[in-house]
């Protein structure tokens, strides 16, 4: 007679094998113990490069902001001392009398036309390439893409003798129309890759309601990809904010300067004038429209790119 499966006993060990003993409750508390602790010193030990680099970048800041508070004595006599009393007629004169309140509406002015038009450009050439199968397609996109290979000095001479012969030279449209030039490369690689994720079915149920391509475009896919523009947003800004080469070949009426090279342009003229509060504070001015932005949009710029690169 066969045996059922649940009459048969489990089998012996043979004598001369012996089985390990179970760690006791002791042992497992300390097994666990020291597993924790090597997370945390592996934490830390991740994160002492962090901070390291954090005071690299915070405290020659700090210590910018201290020295534009300072009398040009204390400049130079103390440099890492704390000012006797804040002198923030420094920041006045620098605004007024080092011209930087007019260097600073400049940059405005620009900012406005070459940021709407980057992005503006960009999502429209980044959505046909993404959504629109046509011959070329893929050699459009790579020649986008290349773009970015291309550096910014060796075109400089025959872009300054182009922009002569369209007479846009010392023009803000006519740097704009260059910053908008060099940003698209990347943006459009950026938006390209967010818009192939974005949900086809909502363009097409706009198409059978009779909306145009125009409409399905500006009023739905627009909106849609708001998460890459904004984060397209901020970094274009934080680029052609420090745009220095372009503007300092393409710019040459000191009053049209932009804040990059005007800054570099006074710090020239306040060298031999000895005013150095005002040039420290001129500095300030120019890297706390920047640090407000990125603080500000600090979330959106990192959710942005992160969603576009792990969508593209």
């Known amino acids: 007679m066969g045996m059922n499966p649940g009459d048969a006993t489990p089998a012996a060990p043979p004598a001369d094998v012996q089985t390990a ?30 901070l390291l680099w954090a005071a690299m970048v915070i405290l ?113 449209h006519g740097l704009a129309f260059v910053y908008i030039a060099y940003s698209l490369p990347f943006t459009i690689f950026f938006l390209a890759g967010f818009f192939k994720t974005l949900p ?34 901020i970094f274009n800004f934080l680029g052609q904010w420090n745009q220095f080469l372009l503007p300092l070949v393409l710019m040459q009426n000191e009053s049209r300067y932009v804040l990059s090279q005007g800054l570099n342009f006074l710090a020239v003229q306040q060298g031999y004038n000895n005013d150095y509060s005002a040039l420290f504070a001129a500095m300030v001015i120019v890297m706390v429209p920047t640090l407000i932005v990125y603080i500000i949009f600090q979330r959106r710029l990192e959710s942005g790119l992160t969603a576009g690169a792990l969508k593209g």
């Open 21 to 50: 003993p179970e760690p006791s409750g002791a042992q497992a508390i300390t097994s666990v113990g020291r597993a924790g602790l090597g997370a945390r010193l592996y934490q830390l030990l991740a994160q002492i490069p962090l």
């Open 200 to 233: 086809g079915e909502v363009a097409e149920a706009g198409i059978m309601d009779g909306a145009s391509q125009y409409q399905v475009f500006f009023q739905i896919m627009l909106p849609m990809a708001k998460p890459g523009l904004i984060a397209m947003g």
């Open 60 to 172: 020659p800041f700090l210590w910018m902001i201290m020295t534009a508070l300072k009398t040009d004595r204390e400049i130079l006599t103390d440099p890492f001392g704390w000012p006797a009393a804040f002198q923030w007629e420094n920041f006045e004169r620098a605004w007024t009398t080092a011209n930087i309140g007019t260097y600073f509406f400049n940059t405005l002015i620009v900012m406005a036309m070459s940021l709407t038009g980057t992005l503006l450009v960009s999502a429209m050439a980044a959505y046909v390439i993404a959504r629109f199968d046509f011959p070329g397609n893929r050699a459009l996109y790579l020649l986008f893409t290349a773009g970015l290979m291309f550096p910014i000095f060796l075109g400089l001479v025959p872009l300054y003798f182009l922009m002569d012969d369209l007479r846009l030279l010392n023009t803000y």
